[in-house]
């Protein structure tokens, strides 16, 4: 199981429900983790996990929400669905509210459940794709020089280079030099996929 | 008591001087003694000096006397011879008369003591005179008397002889001196010089003699025969006498000498040294009764100093005097404990004082500018002062003008008190005043005070006087409080015959209607012992209108619990039955759709399916039993059916149910026809149908304006068998297609229902053979209507 391979985690009390929980996802081919309590989770978690969590509202000593909470603080970014009992309802529109992914009803129909699974895993591929990505420009960024980044701000701004090398006192043969080499080091042959890539991590 | 009295000797013993000191006596006799010695010692030397004068005035005049006596003989030895040779010249008859008569008359002329010479024959006859003219004596004369018995003896004894004295012519005294002249054996005659004694006395002693003798002439038989002074000295210690040796007539001289002054001159010296002596005895006496008082006065001066200066150095008021200036001339022991400034520290120094902390510098100023001005308070200065070591503490200062003796104003003196303590308890018990009266009229509960005899209010709080009056201290309980009072005989005891060794002593405790309010008080009276000794009844009167309410209202809520117990406890039971059923049933779905997604998708182990089957049949028994636990719930809970009247019913529903109509401001209309038959049921099932129709009405109405949030409440008998029960709202009404839902169990609009309430509505009314349904009403709202069997035909 590799790092970067999406795990369905199951945080639930009752053992039946995380027994069957498991038989039915590994059923559609999903890794799966259970956890018996929130506090179990926690001890578990780290930064690089992917995937989503199914999430029980009702557990005795640290609930389904306060989890959420604790998560929220973490910077956890795994999308989360909540599975409710009856007259939990409001708590989990509340839980919604607040940037909870996905919550779904006891007792649910299994369509239901494996599509918001999907759903939270799609959502979490885009997440973790989009910030491979923005750390893969910011450390292109890491290696200019400071002229270098100077020179491609201004650009960026849709500066011509006559009027880069003016506000830059420089001549506009080193301008041209230096978008080159700006355009090399950041990996972008165009202008417009330079601008893409900054206006993406700023 | 005798620890009274020696206290009592002790304080007067302290006030009285110390008994004088003896060690001074010896010393006061020392001055008498002395006096004594001297005065003894002078009347010594005076007696030794007097002596010694009279010894000396005594020689002198034994001297002087012989020397006289020596003289006079003389001068008479001298007449003797003078005669002698007259006689022998007649005995020879060689003497004429002529040469008789010159020699001596000459004779006569030198000693005037002599008045004549005359010759005398043997009978006494006066033959010659000499001188001529001599009156003493005349020719021819015949002797007698005296005179002529001496010429006889002289003749007789034929020897020169002295006469005893007789007068003379001139009255005088005078005697002879006879001499007698014979012839052979017969007699001639006889001389005879006629002398005056007092003449000789006078010629032959000089007159310093006189002056200072008395010189007295006696004859042998010590007569006084002729003295020189008439005056006759009374002192007669210098003196003496002499004896003239003078044939046949012995005479003697008594001298006695004259004293220079008085009788009392010699004792003037110890007249002097007693008097001197008496004088000064007596001006030491004096001296020392006066040193005695002094010395009285000065151990009553000390005593009262000391009994000053030690009142002065025990009180515990600081004591300090300023001159006018304000320059402290004097501070007490006290003032040094306060302070912490020794006495040298501070005397002598002008404001500002040592003792006064910087930051209360203008103020103090101004305190003691004022003082000084004569326009202190009466009541003193309060004022924060710093001890020596910086510590501030509070004190109250008196300032009154210094006079001294003279009546005149010296300065000013000041007593200090510190107050920081008295302050503090002041503010203590100010604060705990405060609190006292907070409390006592923060209290719900009246409380007053009255006196037990008659019925004077003295005390009454915030409370009391809200309900009968804020006038009321000061008048008779008795009528303020008639209309909430218990009867006397209601009491436990008489308040008017109660005595001290009664008290405290509980009246009443009851509860008491106010006849006019109708409020209901918890009366609790009792008779105390008032700050002032009297007997007085302490009332307190609690307001327990709202919870005999209160009270009442849950005695019935009470009731009504019990009674609807065991329906709450279905209710709840369905509640956590259905979140319990969650669980298994969920997890019989999960492994039914895992084993058909795998049986579809033809990829999976056969003892996987069967092992998810089992653990899915599992499931399904856990919820079996959960199942099974409900239904033996609901088995204990047996209906109780029992005729009733709806309208109790309604009653005790709607008492839960006002709460809940009060606070969303619904009206509920209750109409029921008089003549309703009672109903057979297990009321507290019914009344749960009640209350939960009503509470839905009230809140299907939440969205109703308020003046149209009404519920009516009616029931017909609609047949025989049956009465109809109506409960109508104004509420936001129910599509038709949810009309039937609402019965089936967990369905809900409401955001916090559990929907489960109408499903088991339904199940009851169906129990008792009735019917529940729902209806859209034309106005709006929907209406509730079940049936349920009245008593007549009730069955079984």
Known sequence: MNEHQQIIHVVDDD?????????????????????????????????????????????????????????????????IIFVTGHGDVPMAVGALQRGACD????????????TRIRRALELDTQRSARQQRDSAIAQRLEQLTQREREVMQLVVAGKLNKQVADELDISMKTVEAHRARVMEKMGVRTLAELVKAVMSVN | MAEHRRQAKNQSMFIRPPPRQPRQTWLWLAPYAAI???????????????????????????????????????????????????????????LTYEAFQVKASRYVRDNPEISAIIWVSTDGKVEWVAPNESTAAFVGEQLTGTRLIALQEALRTRRLLFSADYRGADQRRANDLILPVQQGSSDLGAFIALQSLETLLRVTLPATFTARYSLTVVDADNRELLSNSSVKPTDRRISGSFNLDLPNNPLGLNIVAYRGGGAWLPYLPAALIVILTLIATATLFQLRRHAWRRAETEEQLRAAY??????????????????LEGRITFVNAAFCRMTGFDEA????????????????????????????????????????????????????????????????????????????????????????????????????????????????????????????GFDTVGRDSSLVTAVCRPPPEALN???????????????FDGEIQHALSGHWYHLHERAIRWVDGRTVRVQIAADIT????????????????????????????????????????????????????????????????????????DQAERAGKIIRRMRDMVKKSDPNRQPVALAQLLDEARAFADIEAQRTGTQIVVDLPENLPKIVVDRIMIEQVLLNLIKNGIEAMHDTPFERRRLDINARQIDERLVQVEIADNGHGLPVEDVEKIFTPFYTTKQEGMGI??????????????????????????????????????DE
């Open chain 2, 36 to 94: 004594g010695i001297f005065a003894l010692a002078m009347l010594i030397v005076t007696a030794l000096l007097q002596w010694r004068e009279q010894d000396t005035a005594l020689s002198a005049l034994e001297g002087d006397m012989h020397w006289a006596g020596r003289t006079i003989e003389t001068r008479l030895h001298g007449h003797q011879d003078f005669l002698t040779e007259l006689g022998r010249e007649q005995e020879f008859r060689q």
């Open chain 2, 306 to 323: 000391a009994f000053r200066q030690a009142m002065s150095q025990s009180l515990v008021t600081g004591l300090r005097a300023i001159d």
């Open chain 2, 757 to 794: 309430g109408l499903a088991i509505c339904r199940s009851i009314i169906e129990f008792h053979h009735g019917h529940l349904w729902v209806e859209a009403r034309h106005e709006g709202g929907t209406v509730f209507r079940f049936t349920v069997p009245i008593e007549e035909i009730a």
């Open chain 2, 345 to 468: 520290e501070l005397v002598g120094v002008a404001p500002p004082y040592p003792y006064w902390p910087p930051e209360e510098f203008a103020r103090l100023q101004n305190n003691i500018d004022t003082a000084l001005a004569g326009h202190a308070p009466a009541s003193g200065f309060e004022m924060r002062i710093m001890r020596k070591n910086g510590e501030r503490f509070d004190v109250r200062l008196y300032f009154s003008p210094l006079i001294d003796a003279g009546g005149k104003q010296i300065g000013w003196i000041a007593s200090m008190n510190d107050i920081t303590e008295p302050k503090r308890i002041r503010v203590e018990l100010e604060r705990a005043h405060e609190r006292f009266a907070t409390v006592i009229d923060g209290l719900d509960t009246a409380v007053h005070v009255a006196d037990a005899l008659n019925g004077e209010i003295l005390f009454a709080n915030r409370a009391f006087q809200h309900i009968f």
């Open chain 1, 15 to 79: 053992e039946a429900m995380r027994d069957s929980m498991t038989w039915l996802l590994e059923g559609e081919g999903y890794a799966v983790a259970c956890y018996d309590s929130a506090g179990s989770f926690l001890a578990a978690r780290n930064d690089r996990m992917r995937g989503c969590i199914v999430l029980d509202v009702r557990m005795p000593e640290m609930s389904g929400l306060e989890l959420h909470e604790k998560l929220e603080a973490l910077g956890s970014r795994l999308p």
């Open chain 2, 493 to 507: 005891r008489d308040p008017a015959d109660l005595d001290a060794a009664d008290l405290p002593c509980e009246l």
């Open chain 1, 103 to 114: 919550f779904i009803e006891k007792p649910f129909n299994n369509e239901d459940l494996l």
């Open chain 2, 546 to 617: 709202d919870k005999k309410h209160i009270d009442e209202v849950n005695l019935q809520q009470q009731k009504r619990l019990e009674q609807t117990s065991r329906l709450i406890t279905m209710g709840e039971m369905a509640s956590s039955l259905a979140h319990e059923l969650n669980q298994p049933l969920s997890a019989i779905a999960n492994y039914c759709a895992g084993c058909i997604k795998r049986m579809q998708a033809g990829n999976y182990k056969f003892e996987d399916l069967l092992s998810a089957m089992q653990k899915a049949s």
